[in-house]
Protein backbone atom coordinates (compact mmCIF):
# COMPACT_ATOMS: atom_id res chain seq x y z
CA UNK A 1 0.00 0.00 0.00
CA UNK A 2 1.21 3.66 -0.81
CA UNK A 3 2.04 5.22 1.86
CA UNK A 4 0.99 8.55 0.43
CA UNK A 5 -1.51 9.66 -2.23
CA UNK A 6 -3.08 12.93 -3.69
CA UNK A 7 -6.89 13.38 -2.95
CA UNK A 8 -8.44 16.86 -4.08
CA UNK A 9 -5.32 18.84 -4.23
CA UNK A 10 -4.09 17.74 -1.36
CA UNK A 11 -1.19 14.91 -0.27
CA UNK A 12 -2.99 12.47 1.87
CA UNK A 13 -0.93 10.19 4.39
CA UNK A 14 -1.86 7.12 5.87
CA UNK A 15 0.62 5.06 8.00
CA UNK A 16 1.15 1.73 10.26
CA UNK A 17 2.41 1.21 13.82
CA UNK A 18 5.95 1.23 12.68
CA UNK A 19 5.44 4.25 10.38
CA UNK A 20 4.08 6.01 13.05
CA UNK A 21 6.51 4.62 15.84
CA UNK A 22 9.59 5.80 13.72
CA UNK A 23 7.80 9.21 12.51
CA UNK A 24 7.03 10.47 16.20
CA UNK A 25 10.84 9.83 16.73
CA UNK A 26 12.18 12.63 13.67
CA UNK A 27 11.89 15.61 15.88
CA UNK A 28 14.27 13.72 18.82
CA UNK A 29 16.35 12.56 16.09
CA UNK A 30 16.92 16.03 14.53
CA UNK A 31 17.05 18.09 17.54
CA UNK A 32 19.61 15.82 18.85
CA UNK A 33 22.55 16.58 16.32
CA UNK A 34 25.26 17.51 17.75
CA UNK A 35 28.62 19.52 17.26
CA UNK A 36 30.74 19.26 14.09
CA UNK A 37 33.74 17.06 14.94
CA UNK A 38 31.34 14.94 17.54
CA UNK A 39 28.52 13.69 15.26
CA UNK A 40 29.03 12.70 11.95
CA UNK A 41 25.61 14.08 11.21
CA UNK A 42 26.22 17.64 11.93
CA UNK A 43 29.03 17.79 9.15
CA UNK A 44 27.07 15.72 6.18
CA UNK A 45 24.03 18.69 6.68
CA UNK A 46 26.65 21.31 6.54
CA UNK A 47 29.07 20.66 3.64
CA UNK A 48 31.84 22.59 3.04
CA UNK A 49 30.47 24.88 -0.17
CA UNK A 50 34.43 25.47 -1.43
CA UNK A 51 36.18 21.95 -0.96
CA UNK A 52 39.63 23.77 -1.24
CA UNK A 53 39.05 26.89 0.94
CA UNK A 54 37.85 25.69 5.00
CA UNK A 55 37.89 29.67 5.72
CA UNK A 56 35.63 30.68 2.81
CA UNK A 57 33.41 27.74 3.35
CA UNK A 58 33.07 28.89 6.95
CA UNK A 59 31.97 32.07 5.96
CA UNK A 60 29.39 30.82 3.81
CA UNK A 61 28.16 28.62 6.20
CA UNK A 62 27.95 32.01 8.41
CA UNK A 63 26.03 34.09 6.20
CA UNK A 64 23.87 31.04 5.24
CA UNK A 65 22.99 29.97 8.44
CA UNK A 66 20.05 32.03 8.71
CA UNK A 67 18.24 30.72 5.51
CA UNK A 68 19.01 26.51 5.98
CA UNK A 69 18.22 26.85 10.16
CA UNK A 70 15.61 28.76 9.95
CA UNK A 71 14.49 26.75 7.12
CA UNK A 72 15.03 24.02 8.80
CA UNK A 73 13.20 24.42 12.18
CA UNK A 74 10.12 25.84 10.04
CA UNK A 75 10.10 22.52 8.56
CA UNK A 76 10.59 20.62 11.49
CA UNK A 77 7.44 22.65 13.18
CA UNK A 78 5.48 22.41 10.15
CA UNK A 79 6.38 18.33 10.53
CA UNK A 80 5.90 18.51 14.42
CA UNK A 81 2.28 20.20 14.21
CA UNK A 82 1.17 17.77 11.17
CA UNK A 83 1.98 14.84 13.13
CA UNK A 84 0.12 16.15 16.18
CA UNK A 85 -3.29 16.31 14.73
CA UNK A 86 -2.72 13.11 12.87
CA UNK A 87 -3.78 9.65 14.17
CA UNK A 88 -3.86 6.52 11.31
CA UNK A 89 -2.88 9.06 8.52
CA UNK A 90 -2.46 13.12 7.76
CA UNK A 91 -4.03 15.57 5.35
CA UNK A 92 -0.79 18.15 3.90
CA UNK A 93 -0.96 21.06 1.89
CA UNK A 94 1.45 21.01 -0.58
CA UNK A 95 3.79 23.22 1.36
CA UNK A 96 3.36 21.00 4.44
CA UNK A 97 4.12 17.83 1.99
CA UNK A 98 7.74 19.72 0.69
CA UNK A 99 8.56 20.63 4.78
CA UNK A 100 7.95 16.49 5.50
CA UNK A 101 9.66 15.69 2.68
CA UNK A 102 12.72 17.96 3.70
CA UNK A 103 12.22 16.53 7.56
CA UNK A 104 12.40 12.92 6.30
CA UNK A 105 15.81 13.71 4.46
CA UNK A 106 17.53 15.12 6.85
CA UNK A 107 16.41 12.31 9.18
CA UNK A 108 17.65 9.80 6.76
CA UNK A 109 20.84 11.67 6.03
CA UNK A 110 21.16 11.79 10.05
CA UNK A 111 20.78 8.50 10.54
CA UNK A 112 23.30 7.28 7.00
CA UNK A 113 26.01 9.68 8.54
CA UNK A 114 25.77 7.83 12.13
CA UNK A 115 24.94 4.43 10.40
CA UNK A 116 28.92 5.21 8.41
CA UNK A 117 27.15 4.57 5.23
CA UNK A 118 29.08 5.67 2.23
CA UNK A 119 28.99 3.78 -0.71
CA UNK A 120 25.63 3.18 -3.15
CA UNK A 121 23.91 -0.40 -2.79
CA UNK A 122 24.15 -0.30 1.27
CA UNK A 123 20.47 -1.70 0.66
CA UNK A 124 21.67 -4.86 -0.88
CA UNK A 125 24.69 -5.59 1.73
CA UNK A 126 23.45 -8.94 2.76
CA UNK A 127 26.45 -8.13 6.08
CA UNK A 128 24.11 -5.12 7.61
CA UNK A 129 22.95 -5.63 10.69
CA UNK A 130 19.00 -5.61 10.24
CA UNK A 131 18.06 -5.33 14.46
CA UNK A 132 19.95 -2.27 14.36
CA UNK A 133 16.94 0.08 14.67
CA UNK A 134 18.45 3.12 13.03
CA UNK A 135 18.52 1.02 10.25
CA UNK A 136 14.82 0.36 9.88
CA UNK A 137 14.21 3.43 10.71
CA UNK A 138 16.08 4.43 7.38
CA UNK A 139 14.43 1.82 5.37
CA UNK A 140 10.86 3.08 6.92
CA UNK A 141 11.80 6.70 6.12
CA UNK A 142 12.85 5.80 3.06
CA UNK A 143 9.53 4.29 1.75
CA UNK A 144 7.72 7.30 3.44
CA UNK A 145 9.78 9.36 1.46
CA UNK A 146 9.54 7.30 -1.66
CA UNK A 147 5.70 7.74 -1.69
CA UNK A 148 5.54 11.27 -0.87
CA UNK A 149 7.68 12.39 -3.69
CA UNK A 150 5.65 10.16 -5.72
CA UNK A 151 2.65 12.33 -4.28
CA UNK A 152 4.14 15.74 -4.74
CA UNK A 153 5.07 14.95 -8.46
CA UNK A 154 1.94 14.13 -9.53
CA UNK A 155 0.30 16.87 -11.02
CA UNK A 156 -1.85 18.67 -8.40
CA UNK B 1 31.85 10.49 -1.46
CA UNK B 2 33.36 10.09 -4.74
CA UNK B 3 36.60 11.17 -6.01
CA UNK B 4 37.66 14.58 -6.59
CA UNK B 5 36.55 16.41 -10.33
CA UNK B 6 36.81 19.35 -11.76
CA UNK B 7 39.55 22.27 -12.06
CA UNK B 8 40.89 24.46 -9.81
CA UNK B 9 40.78 28.12 -10.63
CA UNK B 10 44.12 29.43 -11.11
CA UNK B 11 44.35 32.48 -9.03
CA UNK B 12 43.11 32.61 -5.81
CA UNK B 13 39.97 35.18 -4.52
CA UNK B 14 40.80 37.45 -2.20
CA UNK B 15 37.81 39.62 -1.69
CA UNK B 16 35.41 37.27 -3.33
CA UNK B 17 32.25 39.41 -2.30
CA UNK B 18 33.77 42.53 -3.76
CA UNK B 19 35.55 40.69 -6.83
CA UNK B 20 32.24 39.24 -8.52
CA UNK B 21 31.46 43.05 -9.80
CA UNK B 22 34.14 42.47 -12.34
CA UNK B 23 34.37 39.14 -12.38
CA UNK B 24 31.00 38.73 -14.22
CA UNK B 25 32.47 36.89 -17.49
CA UNK B 26 33.51 33.55 -15.19
CA UNK B 27 30.23 32.72 -13.89
CA UNK B 28 30.64 29.87 -10.49
CA UNK B 29 29.25 26.14 -11.17
CA UNK B 30 26.62 24.90 -8.61
CA UNK B 31 28.13 21.25 -8.78
CA UNK B 32 25.91 18.26 -6.85
CA UNK B 33 27.68 15.18 -5.74
CA UNK B 34 26.35 11.74 -5.29
CA UNK B 35 25.07 10.56 -2.20
CA UNK B 36 23.96 7.63 -1.01
CA UNK B 37 21.19 8.22 0.63
CA UNK B 38 19.02 10.19 -1.16
CA UNK B 39 16.70 9.01 -3.20
CA UNK B 40 16.73 9.49 -7.36
CA UNK B 41 13.08 10.70 -7.10
CA UNK B 42 13.76 12.99 -4.68
CA UNK B 43 16.89 14.46 -6.27
CA UNK B 44 14.74 14.95 -9.47
CA UNK B 45 12.13 16.75 -7.84
CA UNK B 46 14.51 18.88 -5.85
CA UNK B 47 16.06 20.04 -9.11
CA UNK B 48 13.09 21.11 -10.67
CA UNK B 49 11.51 22.79 -7.99
CA UNK B 50 14.55 24.59 -7.12
CA UNK B 51 15.52 25.16 -10.81
CA UNK B 52 12.55 25.03 -12.68
CA UNK B 53 14.20 22.80 -14.79
CA UNK B 54 11.65 20.10 -16.93
CA UNK B 55 11.53 16.44 -16.02
CA UNK B 56 14.01 15.35 -18.49
CA UNK B 57 16.20 17.68 -18.00
CA UNK B 58 16.16 17.30 -13.90
CA UNK B 59 16.01 13.68 -14.48
CA UNK B 60 19.32 13.72 -16.91
CA UNK B 61 21.45 15.71 -14.18
CA UNK B 62 20.33 13.33 -11.69
CA UNK B 63 21.19 10.15 -13.84
CA UNK B 64 24.72 12.19 -14.33
CA UNK B 65 24.91 12.52 -10.39
CA UNK B 66 24.16 8.73 -9.81
CA UNK B 67 26.34 7.52 -12.62
CA UNK B 68 29.20 10.17 -13.01
CA UNK B 69 29.55 11.54 -9.60
CA UNK B 70 28.52 14.51 -9.92
CA UNK B 71 26.92 16.97 -11.68
CA UNK B 72 27.03 20.65 -12.87
CA UNK B 73 23.56 21.50 -12.11
CA UNK B 74 23.28 25.33 -12.88
CA UNK B 75 25.96 28.19 -13.75
CA UNK B 76 25.91 31.88 -13.01
CA UNK B 77 27.07 34.63 -11.10
CA UNK B 78 28.31 34.15 -7.66
CA UNK B 79 25.63 35.78 -5.35
CA UNK B 80 23.18 33.35 -7.32
CA UNK B 81 24.76 30.39 -6.96
CA UNK B 82 25.89 30.57 -3.11
CA UNK B 83 21.84 31.22 -2.74
CA UNK B 84 21.73 27.99 -4.92
CA UNK B 85 24.10 26.13 -3.06
CA UNK B 86 22.07 27.21 -0.01
CA UNK B 87 18.73 25.63 -1.14
CA UNK B 88 20.54 22.49 -2.44
CA UNK B 89 21.88 21.86 1.38
CA UNK B 90 18.44 23.01 2.95
CA UNK B 91 17.11 20.37 0.49
CA UNK B 92 19.63 18.05 2.11
CA UNK B 93 21.80 18.17 -1.53
CA UNK B 94 25.63 17.94 -0.77
CA UNK B 95 26.29 20.98 -2.92
CA UNK B 96 29.77 22.96 -3.92
CA UNK B 97 30.73 25.62 -5.98
CA UNK B 98 33.60 25.89 -8.12
CA UNK B 99 34.91 28.50 -10.86
CA UNK B 100 33.56 27.78 -14.41
Known amino acids: MKRFGRRDGQ?????????????????????????????????????AVYRDDDARSAEFLRLSAGLIEDGRRADLASFSE???????GVTLSD?????????????????????GIEEDG????????????????????????????AALSAAA | ????????????????????????ARPWNVVVWNDPINLMSYVTYVFRKVFGYSKAKATRLMLQVHHE????????????AEIEAAAMHHHGLWATLERA
Open chain 1, 11 to 47: IVGSFDELDRVVLSAVPILIDGVGEVGVDPAAARLQP
Open chain 1, 82 to 88: ALERSDD
Open chain 1, 95 to 115: AEAESWMRVLTTARLVLGARL
Open chain 1, 122 to 149: WERNPDVDVTDPRLVALFVLGRLQEDLV
Open chain 2, 1 to 24: MTARGGTLAPERIETPFESENVAT
Open chain 2, 69 to 80: GRAIVSSGPLER
